[in-house]
């Protein structure tokens, strides 16, 4: 399987600043997931990071509010950007590995912005 | 429309009976995946069971099975013998595709709460 780990785990920050969560795993993977979970809330999809390509974002997502980064096969970050009390969300990075059938998930970051 | 509809908010069980959480999808694909997640309190993704769109039998893990009904577009998800640490909530997934590198779309969940 897959060993994915994500900094910070939690953070709580003041509106209009930015954060920038990491997301590392231990195998080479082509594709990167970014998922938003609003409190209370499903997962939904923010975008997919594919290494040495522009992230592509889903519709209600835009690149100036949660820039991606996708430097390797093995790590990426999201950054929530002008943060409000909206974006108080867990955040978290998923991943498919060949020969599995699941897409494997960080633990999450818990983001609350005041 | 809604790709993923769990009809179920919450649900309760006894300790020790079994409960079916209930998934209903949408998709013109002839290749998909349907999956199910717990997520307990922690918030992590916990995977426990897949099944392809392809798989004739249904998909059992120890406690888990999924029941499979292609053409009513139903995956739902049962659990035998409910323990306490089986309460949290339940994710019914697809994605569409058959590669490990396509995006899921999850359901709204149900929360489910087993009882002493």
């Known amino acids: 399987s897959a060993v994915i780990s994500q900094k910070p785990s939690r953070d709580i920050c003041q509106r209009g600043t930015s954060l920038t969560i990491q997301c590392q795993v231990d195998s080479q993977v082509t594709m990167m997931f970014w998922y938003r979970q609003q409190p209370g809330q499903s997962l939904t999809l923010i975008a997919t990071a594919n290494q040495g390509s522009e992230a592509t974002y889903e519709s209600g997502f835009v690149i100036d509010k949660f820039p991606i980064s996708r430097p390797n096969l093995t790590f990426s970050t999201l950054t929530v950007s002008n943060m409000s009390p909206e974006d108080s969300s867990i955040y978290l990075c998923?991943?498919?590995?060949?020969?599995?059938?699941?897409?494997?998930f960080g633990p999450g970051t818990r983001l609350t912005v005041l | 429309a809604q790709k993923i509809t769990q009809t179920q908010p919450g649900m309760f069980v006894q300790e020790k009976e079994a409960v079916t959480l209930d998934c209903t999808y949408d998709t013109s694909d002839q290749s998909y995946g349907l999956f199910w997640y717990k997520q307990p309190s922690s918030g992590e993704m916990i995977f426990l069971i897949y099944?392809?769109?392809?798989?004739?039998q249904n998909a059992t893990e120890g406690r888990y099975s999924l029941n499979f009904q292609k053409a009513r577009k139903s995956a739902n998800l049962v659990i035998s013998a409910s323990q306490l640490g089986d309460s949290a909530m339940y994710f019914c997934a697809m994605r569409e595709g058959r590669s490990s590198n396509y995006k899921l779309t999850f359901g709204k969940g149900t929360l489910l709460t087993v009882n002493p």
């Open positions: 998923s991943m498919g590995l060949a020969g599995y059938n699941e897409q494997f």
């Open positions: 099944q392809g769109s392809y798989d004739e």
